[in-house]
């Protein structure tokens, strides 16, 4: 019986179960397809990476002898789209059988789900083999329970017996080590040099842009820095573990205009796309800490964003969706400033984070999160424009992940379903955790006047805006009692200097 397996571009997994067996009458199909390019803005070296990895995993079955089908993005027979390009195929080739492995996704998921009910095949879809969860674990885990990730984390823990003594208690006597890891860096220890991949993807960026599909961002196609095959992102990840992650769990939050990436693994895309698998990652960071005694709180902090968050991440994407896209607590309508498309702002702090995002297609959570994010918020942006954005121009942004990262916790779309408070602050946290405010045209300690951080007013402005609604947030309590001591002078003063920025967010 001819079958046709389906392999879409985040299910690079090579030890797939499928590929343990080569059969003459199996064909794998991948498909570069503008579909797919242009539901949302990408960055060009996001479409670059995925092409490329696609491209290198299809090579790699070839030279397994498996057969593989692949429509390129500039395949005259590519009609570009996912339904019209299967039903051909499946008519060329007498596929009497089809299958699929179970999207990421939301909206692929519902579209594959709608082409498999007018089949007139059999078909079947399977599983990724990739995540250490299933789509409803996290959900069934918390049935009429709050989520909070800590609980998740801690069974995920004990289930997987991670970092866990004889006793299967954790190592060292605590959970969660995150209240040491938030040192600010001044460039000591010493940055490790980008040895990732040198790629020249020019032809490739040529094929993209003869199909006329829009980006956003620097593509560069001749100094392309991101792995796209095992062995490279194997290659990245050996780098982080042998020489990064010593320093990675004491300086995670910290930023600094002289390194982008200061100790980060620079391993999400390749995870995502699932050249790397979690298990490996996770087990590979734990050897570290047994053979080479690094710092608990790096190991412990690293693996917590991977077995803990990541999987976490998922289970409420899932749980959440669709009511997760169409959600806007606050009611926030204001459209992203231009400058968020070439970083021309004053604001030093979102010039680097967004300029850097643009660069590289990488931004770390603080900054995507406590820098660009925050800003959004308390600028009343519509949070759906952020979320397209970050979904965007991001290289390891895929919606399962992204939308609750952005939304959910970033945006606080849900009103408190995944984050616990509004992740928002003034510029103190910023001039705290990073050198953007040295040398900003604002000052960082002063609220209002006219070269007042825009932080500070938007900060107050957005809890007194908002106090209906957050009144009685428990983990707020402090903000409010400060806000209830302040004047009405000043709290007038702060509303007056917030509309100014507000009303001119294109000069900021």
């Known amino acids: 019986m001819k079958q046709l397996r389906l392999i879409l571009g ?16 199996t064909l794998y199909v991948m498909m570069e397809i503008k579909q797919e390019t242009c539901y949302v803005l990408h960055h060009a070296q996001k ?10 995993f299809k090579d790699a079955l070839l030279a397994q002898a498996h057969q593989v089908i692949y429509l390129s993005i500039a395949d005259p027979s590519n009609t570009h789209d996912f339904e019209q390009n299967l039903n051909k195929l499946i008519k060329q080739n007498k596929v009497e059988r089809f299958a699929y492995q179970a999207p990421d996704e939301y909206r692929v998921d519902e579209l594959m789900s709608a082409f498999v009910n007018n089949l007139n095949i059999p078909h079947e879809m399977f599983s990724t083999e990739h995540f250490l969860t299933k789509r409803d674990e996290a959900s069934n885990f918390f049935a009429g329970k709050k989520w909070v990730m800590e609980r998740f984390y801690r069974h995920m823990r004990t289930k997987h017996k991670i970092l866990l003594d004889e006793k299967q208690k954790p190592v060292g006597g605590q959970w969660n080590y995150d209240k ?24 490739l960026w040529s094929e993209i842009t003869s199909q006329n599909i829009g980006t956003m961002g ?21 780098y982080f573990i042998n020489y990064n992650l010593v320093n990675f769990g004491a300086y995670q939050d910290a930023m600094h205009t002289g390194n982008f990436r200061l100790f980060h693994s620079l391993i999400s895309f390749s995870l995502n796309v699932k050249m790397l698998s979690p298990a490996e990652v996770i087990a590979k960071a734990e050897q570290a800490y047994v053979d080479k005694g690094y710092p608990l709180p790096a190991v412990e902090g690293f693996i917590r964003q991977i077995l803990g968050w990541r999987e976490f991440v998922r289970g409420f994407y899932w749980s959440h969706m669709p009511e997760m896209g169409e959600a806007n607590y606050f009611d926030q309508d204001k459209p992203l400033p231009s400058w968020f498309w070439d970083g021309d702002t004053k604001m030093n702090c979102l010039k680097h984070s967004i300029k850097q995002s643009l660069d590289h297609a ?18 009343g942006v519509n949070p759906h424009a952020v979320h397209q954005w970050y979904l965007g121009i991001y290289i390891d942004a895929f919606e399962w992940v992204e939308m609750p990262n952005t939304l959910s916790m970033s945006q606080y779309v849900d009103g408190g379903l995944l984050a616990t408070k509004p992740y928002v602050s003034s510029a103190s946290y910023i001039s705290k955790m990073s050198n953007y405010c040295g040398d900003c045209s604002y000052s960082s300690k002063t609220r209002v006047g006219k070269n007042a951080c825009p932080f500070n007013s938007l ?11 957050l009144t009685n947030n428990p983990r707020l309590g402090i903000v409010n009692m400060q806000l209830e001591k302040m004047s009405d002078e000043d709290k007038e003063a702060i509303r007056y200097q917030a509309s100014l920025y507000i009303s001119d967010a294109e000069n900021l």
């Open 47 to 56: 479409l670059i990476a995925i092409f490329a990895a696609m491209r290198a």
């Open 459 to 469: 900060y107050w402005n957005f809890f007194q805006k908002q106090k209906e609604k």
């Open 10 to 25: 985040d299910q690079l997994n090579s030890d797939h179960t499928w590929f343990d067996t080569v059969d003459d009458n």
């Open 218 to 238: 620097n593509p560069s196609a001749e100094a392309f820095r991101w792995p796209v095959n095992r062995t490279e992102s194997l290659a990245v990840l050996d």
């Open 180 to 203: 040491e890891n938030r040192k600010k860096w001044s460039g000591k220890p010493a940055a490790q040099e980008d040895t990732r991949p040198l790629h020249d993807h020019s032809e």
């Open 362 to 379: 990488y931004a770390h959570h603080i900054q995507r999160l406590m820098v660009i994010g925050n800003f959004a918020l308390l600028m």
